[in-house]
């Protein structure tokens, strides 16, 4: 404790503040014994007036021979003030702890928020090393597992934006990096000689490497990489305590990186899947138009449980085989259960001249499987022959196929069937057709005929209106029935919710034939 008076002279101190202030006696001025923002404090408390009004709120802080001291007055009635003098040193190291810890935790809250913004594997390797070089590093690379021989490799320096690159070389040839790469511990920076490290880990204009940490990025079951981060020669070397943040924050980089790169496989999975399920583009094949168009049941889905191939015959001449079907239930798993029926329809091609067969031999395919489901399906054998278009139509459980004939009549094909994958023994019956030059077949799923929209929003499209809307088309191309009905069923049905939609024509396009060279040979057809 020290007692000044109000001219500034000190009055009394104890022994403690002896060994504060080692000139500070009875009768020495304030100001020659003690700091400056002592001084101004105890002026500012002993002078009356409005400039002397201090801030007495809580007590007052500065440094008394380079360690931090915190000062608490107390105005005695002669004027005179005591100090009270305590060494603050303690507390100051904790409220500097504390926000560092607060400073950490907000950066590792912005670093996840960052990081699990996207499931994009460059970005996040982007943001790892742009981070890790804003506040922990001078520079910071980001090293994701070698592809063969090549490393890929994001830079980046303080201030700077992050660059990809792609290094051919040996990560045990580095100290530390091999051992991240497989996930082991991190080699402690004290035992990596900056002296060591290779051209590829500095960045261009970085200058003298002053110390180096390389810690892994641990990821789900397998590494996601390795963080290199890097100081200048005139930065301060890393502590311990910084090394253990930086493990800190690859463990969340690791995280998402891994999260990342498991979405891009299981994305890339998924595309050749979905390539696989969807529909084909059909087109004109040995001389008859083919359309389709397909639309699941739900707009954010690709896929579902309708489907439709066309398979070109083998030998020119030959009927190509078309398949359109319904498979009961929405979906991914009703999806599955199509392309399993569509493989089977391929293998079983050499049959392709039997419809009865081939359902048969699904029927039994889809009884001995796992799936619950059943499905209907329509076959349709077309060759063309002359000007005209042959068809065979057979039927296992499904709308029978409609044919719209040059002056607007539609018909319906006379064949029917057992549903496919329900019960051991099914029938089914084939009806035989022909095109004529502009008419057409059209093959479609229920979802057409049973989609619910209308004025009151519960009416069915239904049968009626199918070939009220159909008989419009005589004579127009594939494409553009396909086009018509998918419109009208759009239209009917608004943002309403419905079944898998799908549509396949059969057309004979109208044509001129040219006569063979030889008069013996088939001769060709022009449009």
Same mark, same amino acid.
């Given at each position: 404790m020290l007692i000044a008076d109000a001219r500034g002279a000190v009055v009394r101190c104890n022994e403690a503040v002896g060994l504060v202030l080692s000139a500070a006696v009875p009768g020495a001025l304030l100001a020659d014994v003690a700091p400056a923002w002592l001084c101004a404090a105890h002026h500012a408390l002993s002078v009356p007036g409005p400039h002397a009004a201090p801030d007495t709120e809580g007590p007052l802080r500065g440094d008394i021979g380079g360690r931090p001291f915190e000062a608490r007055?107390?105005?005695?009635?002669?004027?005179?003030?005591?100090?009270?003098?305590?060494?603050?040193?303690? +507390?100051?190291?904790?409220?500097?702890?504390?926000?560092?810890?607060?400073?950490?935790?907000?950066?590792?809250?912005?670093?996840?928020?960052?990081?699990?913004?996207?499931?994009?594997?460059?970005? %996040?390797?982007?943001?790892?090393?742009?981070?890790?070089?804003?506040?922990?590093?001078?520079?910071?690379?980001?090293?994701?597992?070698?592809?063969?021989?090549?490393?890929?490799?994001?830079? %980046?320096?303080?201030?700077?934006?992050?660059?990809?690159?792609?290094?051919?070389?040996?990560?045990?040839?580095?100290?530390?990096?091999?051992?991240?790469?497989?996930?082991?511990?991190?080699?402690?920076?004290?035992?990596?000689?900056?002296?060591?490290?290779?051209?590829?880990?500095?960045?261009?204009?970085?200058?003298?490497?002053?110390?180096?940490?390389?810690?892994?990025?641990?990821?789900?079951?397998?590494?996601?990489?390795?963080?290199?981060?890097?100081?200048?020669?005139?930065?301060?070397?890393?502590?311990?305590?910084?090394?253990?943040?930086?493990?800190?924050?690859?463990?969340?980089?690791?995280?998402?990186?891994?999260?990342?790169?498991?979405?891009?496989?299981?994305?890339?999975?998924?595309?050749?899947?979905?390539?696989?399920?969807?529909?084909?583009?059909? +087109?004109?094949?040995?001389?008859?138009?083919?359309?389709?168009?397909?639309?699941?049941?739900?707009?954010?889905?690709?896929?579902?449980?309708?489907?439709?191939?066309?398979?070109?015959?083998?030998?020119?001449?030959?009927?190509?085989?078309?398949?359109?079907?319904? !498979?009961?239930?929405?979906?991914?798993?009703?999806? !599955?259960?199509?392309?399993?029926?569509?493989?089977?329809?391929?293998?079983?091609?050499?049959?392709?001249?039997?419809?009865?067969?081939?359902?048969g031999l699904l029927n039994s395919a889809l009884l001995s499987s796992h799936h619950t489901r059943f499905a209907t399906i329509v076959l349709a054998s077309a060759v063309r022959r002359g000007n005209t278009v042959d068809l065979k139509l057979t039927s296992g459980g499904h709308p029978s196929p409609l044919i719209i004939r040059a002056d607007g009549t539609v018909e319906e094909a006379d064949t029917h069937g057992t549903l496919i994958g329900a019960i051991p023994n099914i029938s089914a019956t084939t009806a035989a057709a022909s095109l004529a030059p502009g008419e057409s077949c059209v093959l479609y799923t229920d979802g057409i005929t049973e989609a619910k929209g209308g004025p009151m929003g519960d009416d069915l499209f239904g049968e009626e209106r199918l070939k009220r809307a159909l008989s419009g088309c005589a004579g127009m191309p594939a494409e553009g029935i396909v086009e018509h009905v998918q419109m009208l069923a759009a239209q009917w049905l608004g943002n309403r919710p419905h079944d898998d939609m799908a549509v396949v024509v059969i057309s004979a396009p109208r044509t001129h034939h040219l006569s063979a060279v030889n008069g013996h040979t088939r001769g060709r057809f022009t449009a």
């Amino acid at each position: 404790m020290l007692i000044a008076d109000a001219r500034g002279a000190v009055v009394r101190c104890n022994e403690a503040v002896g060994l504060v202030l080692s000139a500070a006696v009875p009768g020495a001025l304030l100001a020659d014994v003690a700091p400056a923002w002592l001084c101004a404090a105890h002026h500012a408390l002993s002078v009356p007036g409005p400039h002397a009004a201090p801030d007495t709120e809580g007590p007052l802080r500065g440094d008394i021979g380079g360690r931090p001291f915190e000062a608490r007055p107390t105005v005695r009635e002669d004027g005179s003030v005591a100090w009270w003098l305590v060494d603050d040193t303690d +507390h100051q190291l904790v409220r500097e702890a504390l926000h560092t810890e607060r400073e950490r935790t907000t950066f590792l809250a912005r670093a996840s928020s960052a990081l699990l913004s996207s499931l994009n594997l460059g970005r %996040c390797m982007d943001v790892t090393a742009q981070m890790a070089a804003e506040s922990l590093a001078d520079a910071a690379l980001t090293v994701a597992p070698a592809r063969g021989e090549r490393l890929p490799v994001v830079t %980046c320096l303080r201030g700077g934006a992050p660059a990809l690159s792609t290094v051919t070389v040996d990560p045990d040839d580095v100290p530390g990096l091999g051992e991240a790469l497989r996930g082991f511990p991190p080699v402690p920076s004290r035992w990596i000689d900056p002296a060591t490290a290779p051209a590829w880990m500095m960045p261009e204009g970085f200058g003298p490497v002053g110390s180096i940490v390389i810690t892994p990025l641990p990821g789900h079951g397998v590494p996601a990489g390795a963080l290199i981060l890097l100081r200048k020669a005139e930065t301060a070397a890393f502590r311990d305590e910084e090394e253990v943040f930086a493990r800190l924050f690859a463990a969340r980089a690791g995280a998402a990186m891994s999260a990342a790169r498991l979405y891009s496989e299981q994305s890339a999975i998924t595309d050749v899947l979905m390539r696989e399920l969807l529909p084909p583009v059909l +087109h004109q094949i040995s001389g008859v138009d083919f359309a389709g168009r397909y639309r699941p049941s739900a707009d954010h889905e690709r896929i579902g449980g309708d489907f439709y191939d066309v398979h070109p015959a083998a030998v020119e001449g030959e009927p190509s085989l078309v398949s359109l079907g319904d !498979v009961c239930g929405k979906g991914l798993e009703a999806a !599955v259960l199509t392309g399993k029926i569509r493989n089977t329809l391929h293998a079983l091609l050499p049959l392709a001249d039997d419809h009865q067969r081939m359902l048969g031999l699904l029927n039994s395919a889809l009884l001995s499987s796992h799936h619950t489901r059943f499905a209907t399906i329509v076959l349709a054998s077309a060759v063309r022959r002359g000007n005209t278009v042959d068809l065979k139509l057979t039927s296992g459980g499904h709308p029978s196929p409609l044919i719209i004939r040059a002056d607007g009549t539609v018909e319906e094909a006379d064949t029917h069937g057992t549903l496919i994958g329900a019960i051991p023994n099914i029938s089914a019956t084939t009806a035989a057709a022909s095109l004529a030059p502009g008419e057409s077949c059209v093959l479609y799923t229920d979802g057409i005929t049973e989609a619910k929209g209308g004025p009151m929003g519960d009416d069915l499209f239904g049968e009626e209106r199918l070939k009220r809307a159909l008989s419009g088309c005589a004579g127009m191309p594939a494409e553009g029935i396909v086009e018509h009905v998918q419109m009208l069923a759009a239209q009917w049905l608004g943002n309403r919710p419905h079944d898998d939609m799908a549509v396949v024509v059969i057309s004979a396009p109208r044509t001129h034939h040219l006569s063979a060279v030889n008069g013996h040979t088939r001769g060709r057809f022009t449009a």
